[in-house]
C-alpha cells in the first residue's frame, strides 16, 4: 500500500513535472534545432513587435488621410502607395498587425481554457455525461465557424468582444475532444487510482493530478488553434462582423479596397494580404515545429 | 450516428436563431404582423410545418416569399462548389499520390509544403491574390462571378473558375496530404508486399491494391469538408459579388432579414445532412468491409 501516499515517484509517460526539467528540456532542445518552428517564430516575433512598437517607427500616421495623394502607387515617399483616403499603405499594414494580434490570441486563451475545463469533466467522469455533451460537441463542430459568428454578431452586435468570445466558444469543443482522448488515457494509470485511494475529491484528480501529464497535446492544439484564430478573425473582419474602422486591420483594409481592385490600384490590397498570409504561414510553421518536438 | 446528428442540427440552428431574435425586436406591432409575438415554441412548430412544405416565409426586407431566393441561390452555389470539387478531388488525389510515390525527395516536399501553406491561407487572402495576378495584371479572367445574362454553359463556367480557386487551394492541400499519408501506409503494408513479392507488375500493385485502399480515408475527408465549403461559400461569394447562398445568408444578416436568414442556415444544414449521408453510403459501397459487415 506504498502507493497510496506516493503519487509523485509513480512513473508516467508523459513526465510530470516533479520529474524534472529533462522532458522539457528536451522539447526545448529538439525546437531551438527545428527549421520550420525557427522561420515560423521569426515571422511571428516580427508581427509581434510590429503589433507593439509599430506606431513608434512608421514613416506616417496610419489613420491620417491626404486626399491629395490618394491612390498614389508605390514609391520613395510612400512605400506601398497610399489608399482611397491618401493614408500611407505601408504604415497601415505595420500598426494593422496589432488588433489581429490582441484578438487571435485572446479567443485561443479562451478556447483553451473552456476546451480543457469541459475534456477534463467528460474524459474523467465518461459515461452519460460524455455521451451527451460529446454529441452536443459534435453538432456544434459541424457548423462553419463563419456562420456561427454571423449569427452571434447578428444577435449581440458587433465588437472585439463579441469575435473573442464566439471564436473561443467555437474552438473550444476541439480541443475538448483533444484532452477528452488525453485524459481517457491517463485516467487508467496508476497514479489517479493511488489520488482516489488517497480520497481525494473529482476536481483535485483531474486538475492537480490529470492535468500536468495532459499539457503536452494542450500546447500542441493551442499552436494549431492560434493558426485558425488568426484565419477567422481575418475573415471575419473581411466580413465586416470583426474588428471594426478605423482601425487598419488588414482583413478591414482589403474589404474597403478591393472594390477598386479592377481599377488597377493592386497596392491597396496586396500588402495587406501578404501580411496575412505570412502570419498566418508563420503561426502554422510554429505549430508545426512544435508539434514535431513533442512527438519524437 | 453522424447522420442523426445531422438531422439535429437545423434544428438546433432554428432554435438557436429564434431564441434571441424574438426578444430582440422591440417594435410590437410589427411582431405582432409577423407573428414573432407568439410563443417560441408555436412559432418554431409552425415555421418548422411550413418548412417542410415548401414554404419558408415572406422576406422582411424583399416583402416577398423566401424561397425562390433560396433555391436560386442554393442552384448557384452548387455551380461553384461543384466545379471546385470537380477540379479538387482528381488533382488532390494525383497530388497525394505523387507525393507518397516519391515520398521524401524534392517533388514530395514541393507538394506537401505548398499544399499546407495554401490550405491555412484564408481564402479570401488567395482570393485576392488569384484576382490580382489573374484578373488585373494578366486580365486572363473575369474579376466577378456575374456573367452578362443568358450566358451559355461555357461561358458560365468561364467567370466560374477564378472563384472556384481560392476553394480549389484549401482543399487540395487537405486532399492531397489525406491521399499521402493513406497512399504511405497502404504501401507500407503486408499486402501490397505479398502483391510485390508474388510477382504481380508494379502497375496492377498499385492500382488493385494500393489505391483502393489508400484512398477510403480520403474519401470520408472529402465527405467532411463539405461543412467547411458551406463556410468558405460564405467568404467566396461575398469577394467575387456571387449571387448564392453563402452571399444570401450575408446579405439577410447584415439586413437582419431573419426568414431569410433562418431559411439559408435550414439549407445549408440539410444539404450538410444528405452529403453526411451520401458520404457514408458512397464509403460503404468502396469498402466492402463494412458493406459485409452489416449485412451479417
Known sequence: MSATDTPVGMPAPSAPDTAGRSPWGEVLHSLARSGTFLTGLFILLFWVVCA???????????????IINALTPPAADHWFGTDQLGRDVFSRVIVGSRDILTV????????????????????????????????????????????????????????KV???????????????????????????????????????????????????????????????????????????????????PPSPDWGLSISSNYGMIGG????????????IASLVIGVNLVADGVHGAFND | MVFLGGQVLPGNVGRAILGPFADQRAVDALNHSLGVDRPLLVQYGSWIWNFLHGDMGTSYVF????????????????????IAFVLVVPIGILGGVVAALNLNRPLDRIISLGGLSVTVLPEFVTGIILILIFGV??????????????????????????????????????????????????????????????????RTVIWRHVLRNALLPTITVIATQTGY??????????????????????????????????????????????????????????NPRIRLGAEQ
Do not use: C
Open chain 2, 137 to 202: 495584371w494578366l486580365r486572363w479572367l473575369p474579376i466577378a462571378a456575374a456573367w452578362p445574362k443568358g450566358a451559355g454553359f461555357f461561358t458560365q463556367i468561364y467567370y466560374l473558375i477564378l472563384p472556384s480557386l481560392p476553394l480549389f487551394l484549401v482543399l487540395f492541400g487537405y486532399i492531397a496530404r489525406m491521399a499521402r499519408s493513406g497512399m504511405i501506409e497502404a504501401l507500407d503494408s503486408d499486402y501490397t508486399r505479398t502483391a510485390v513479392l508474388k510477382g504481380l507488375p508494379w
Open chain 2, 229 to 286: 465549403l458551406i463556410g468558405g461559400l460564405v467568404v467566396i461569394e461575398t469577394l467575387f459579388r456571387y449571387q448564392g447562398i453563402g452571399s444570401l445568408i450575408f446579405t439577410a444578416a447584415r439586413g437582419k432579414d431573419f426568414p431569410m436568414l433562418e431559411a439559408g442556415i435550414l439549407t445549408i444544414g440539410i444539404v450538410y445532412a444528405v452529403a453526411t449521408l451520401v458520404a457514408d453510403f458512397l464509403y460503404s459501397v468502396l
Open chain 2, 63 to 82: 416583402r416577398a416569399p423566401v424561397a425562390p431566393f433560396v433555391v436560386d441561390a442554393l442552384g448557384n452555389s452548387m455551380k461553384l462548389a461543384l
Open chain 1, 104 to 159: 487571435a490570441p485572446l479567443a485561443t486563451i479562451l478556447a483553451t481554457i473552456a476546451g480543457t475545463a469541459l475534456g477534463l469533466v467528460i474524459g474523467y467522469f465518461r459515461g452519460i455525461v460524455d455521451d451527451v455533451i460529446s454529441r452536443v460537441l459534435e453538432a456544434f463542430m459541424a457548423i462553419p465557424v463563419v456562420i456561427i459568428a454571423l449569427l452571434a454578431i447578428v444577435a449581440l452586435g458587433t465588437s
Open chain 1, 52 to 66: 507593439l512598437f509599430g506606431q513608434h517607427f512608421v514613416p506616417y500616421d496610419p489613420l491620417a488621410s491626404d
Open chain 1, 264 to 275: 488597377g490600384f493592386w497596392w491597396t490590397v496586396l500588402f495587406d494580404a501578404l501580411a
Open chain 1, 162 to 244: 463579441t469575435v473573442i468570445v464566439v471564436i473561443g466558444l467555437s474552438f473550444a469543443p476541439i480541443i475538448a475532444r483533444t484532452v477528452r482522448s488525453a485524459v481517457l488515457a491517463e485516467r487508467e494509470l496508476d497514479y489517479v487510482a493511488a489520488a482516489k485511494l488517497r480520497h481525494e475529491g473529482a476536481l483535485h484528480t483531474m486538475f492537480v493530478e490529470i492535468l500536468p501529464n495532459v499539457i503536452p497535446p494542450i500546447l500542441v492544439e493551442t499552436t494549431v488553434r492560434l493558426g485558425y484564430a488568426i484565419f477567422a478573425v481575418a475573415t471575419l473582419s473581411f466580413m465586416g462582423f470583426g474588428i471594426q
